[in-house]
């Protein structure tokens, strides 16, 4: 990052907060929290083992590229919703892995389409943070849209399922993105990343137009029901 001021991509302020690049009290509900006595170990493109004593380290968070309204007042209610899916699903991992399907509205019993809208924006926001913090050269004026006006965000798929085999199941951490280019013009025009939080994961999917859609039949869309969630074998053909 240079000197400059870096934008906040949602709103286009003075971006001067960092988003975790998983959430904290995921990182918690895995892992426990890091203390000098028990610290947790990160490991990452440029670093192997580093030794973090707070789920609130630097290295656990991104680059400043949100405003705190943003960050904080904006988005809040969709990190709320994403903490009780995420615990209402470690909490039942193994009945829900077993049914391979869970019903929304035990999770959100106050309101499923809320809640089920708000945890896509929550994925929508750290997609968006990955993005900028990769410098990835794809168009995200529409994640920023839906989560300012809080409305589901087309194109912005969720799968949720087992993390696969390959991963390692008691760690909590995201993949780098996967991005697709266009042949002529070299832009990318989708993106995918897998975020692991022990046994479960979730992949979030994105593209710039209905074409290029990347076809796992059991993601999810908030327009496409919020009833029941099936989840996705992940490592397997999709
Ligand atoms: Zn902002």
Redesign the pocket.
Known sequence: MNDVAAK?W????V?DTREHRIKRTDIRQVLGEATQQKPLFVHNDDKRNKRVQSTNAKILRGEKD??A???NE?TQPHDKSWERLSSYLYENWTIILKNGKFRVSKAFPAGAGNGMRNAHLFFAKLLGCAVKEGDVPINITKLANGIKENRPINNFWLSIGATPETETIDSVGRTNLLVTHDNRSGDAVALSQMYTFGEMSVIVEFSISDELLLGNKLSWHPMHGTKLIFLSKFGENQ
Do not use: F, Q
């Not at 949602?10 to 302020?13: A, N, Q």
């Open positions: 906040c949602i709103c286009g302020d971006a949100l405003c309204r943003c960050n904006l």
